[in-house]
């Protein structure tokens, strides 16, 4: 590292990307996306376990603070783990973890039983994300990181979609629990995968000279570089406000539709479930290709590029949940939720490139705590604790939600604004910009 920034060995770009590469990328996804879609079945199924539980707005999404608080409370660690056991291990044992509790979620008898299964989902999906990017990291150079980080960001456009369309179908159908317990059930036989397919590689091996020989550090050492590379600190701080803002108003969009528009579960399913699936993935790749296109450009450039579409994305979010429109909020929600794609690749690399090999998953789990305390924690609680107390001044469930989405929504611009500071200081600068650069030929080369 030189001046606090990490330094890569530009013939890291020749390293050979071999089979095992891509069986990792490809098992590793497979794993987000279901790590994805489990977290967005609560989501989903929110209005029907309200009334089930009995339990008003600020109640029903205290039940996902169990699921939060624990990825905050072992995000970390697990991070601080992958730098140091084998990943392969954790990540399948996590899998089996988070797919076995999800369908012991569907089985329970109780409101009690339900949060202990939540906090049980929450430690298993807590040692996924970290060993994940990481295995990622050491298969790929940097200029090729981020199509491989691209195309393992896919997994969100999917395990939405089946967090969201599929789940509602089935709950629709079959109720809300057997839903999870057929989530949790499709998810079990990757934890096995893992241990047969992935192959744990070298750290460090895919930058070259540049990661490999570096001694190991702690969690304070990792909070140290962020502080000094204050590229990197924006990124995380950015990004976290982009993920609270964005998947905080998700959160709610489906109980939303169904209490202002009369729409069931399913019908806000298929809507969203087909925003995410072709809106997600097209954002996604035309993100890609516009990264590539910039990939000459100072990194900063990039970084201001995802941060006006942030911004954008915020004032549509902002007319989503204010007008009466079906269709208008339809569309709306069209045009910001795509954002939530857009910059997640492009974040991934640049947490990836500014951090040494060594701190890699660490800093990477740190990111994870701060968008899990923002999505998964303040945004859901904040949003219903704001419908609850619209409801108690004489409005209706629906009336009050949208206030209190309407209130919420502004956080964009916030986090636009965060994440647009990253492009102020050195580690955005071209040097940054040729580490992030995704070649025209980078899917085959090598």
């Not at 989902?121 to 970290?130: D, L, R, T």
């Not at 900063?300 to 004032?315: K, P």
């Not at 419908?387 to 956080?411: C, V």
Request: charged fraction near 10%; hydrophobic fraction near 55%; glycine fraction near 12%.
């Amino acid at each position: 590292m030189a001046g606090g920034r990490s330094a890569f060995n530009p013939g890291a770009a020749a390293i050979s990307i071999g089979a095992q590469a891509w069986i990792t990328l490809a098992v590793t996804t497979a794993i987000y996306t279901l790590n994805v879609a489990d977290r967005f079945i609560f989501s989903t199924l929110l209005q029907p376990i309200k009334v089930e539980f009995g339990l008003s707005d600020a109640g029903v999404s205290s039940l996902n603070l169990a699921l939060g608080l624990v990825l905050m409370t072992f995000g970390v660690p697990a991070g601080i783990l992958a730098d140091k056991m084998s990943r392969r291990i954790l990540l399948a044992a996590a899998t089996t973890i988070f797919s076995v509790m999800t369908a012991l979620g569907g089985a329970t008898s109780g409101m009690w039983t339900f949060v202990a299964t939540r906090l049980g989902v929450g430690f298993g999906e807590a040692g996924c994300a970290p060993p994940s990017v990481t295995l990622i990291a050491d298969r790929f150079p940097p200029v090729r990181r981020g199509v491989a980080m691209t195309i393992f960001t896919l997994g969100i456009c999917a395990g939405s979609f089946f967090g969201t369309a599929v789940a509602g179908y089935f709950a629709d159908h079959y109720g809300w629990r057997a839903t999870m317990v057929i989530f949790g059930v499709f998810g079990l036989p990757l934890g096995a995968v893992t241990l047969l397919l992935v192959s744990e590689p070298v750290r460090g091996a895919a930058d070259a000279a540049a990661g490999t020989g570096q001694p190991g550090g702690g969690l304070l050492t990792a909070l140290s570089h962020i502080y000094r590379e204050k590229a990197l600190l924006f990124v995380i701080l950015g990004g976290a406000l982009i993920c609270t803002w964005g998947w905080g108003l998700l959160f709610w969009t489906p109980a939303f539709m169904a209490r202002n528009y009369g729409l069931t579960t399913g019908q806000a399913g298929a809507i969203l479930g087909q925003l995410h699936l072709v809106g997600g993935t097209t954002a996604t790749i035309l993100v890609a290709v516009a990264m590539h296109w910039l990939s000459r450009s100072a990194a900063r450039v990039q970084i201001w590029s995802i941060a006006g579409v942030a911004a954008m994305g915020a004032v549509a979010s902002i007319v989503a949940y204010t007008t009466t429109s079906l269709s208008v909020m339809v569309l709306c929600v069209w045009l910001f939720a795509p954002v939530l794609y857009m910059y997640t690749g492009p974040t991934y690399t640049l947490i990836n490139n500014l951090s040494p090999p060594h701190l890699r998953a660490k800093i990477f789990s740190i990111f994870l705590f701060a968008t899990s305390l923002g999505y998964l924690v303040l945004a859901p609680y904040l949003i219903g604790l704001g419908s609850d107390f619209f409801r108690s001044s004489g409005m209706d469930a629906g009336a009050s939600l949208r206030r209190a989405l309407e209130i919420f929504a502004p956080l964009g611009l916030v986090a636009a604004i965060g994440y647009a500071a990253a492009g102020l200081y050195p580690g955005a600068r071209p040097k940054a910009a040729a580490e992030l650069a995704l070649p025209a030929n980078s899917l085959v080369e090598g």
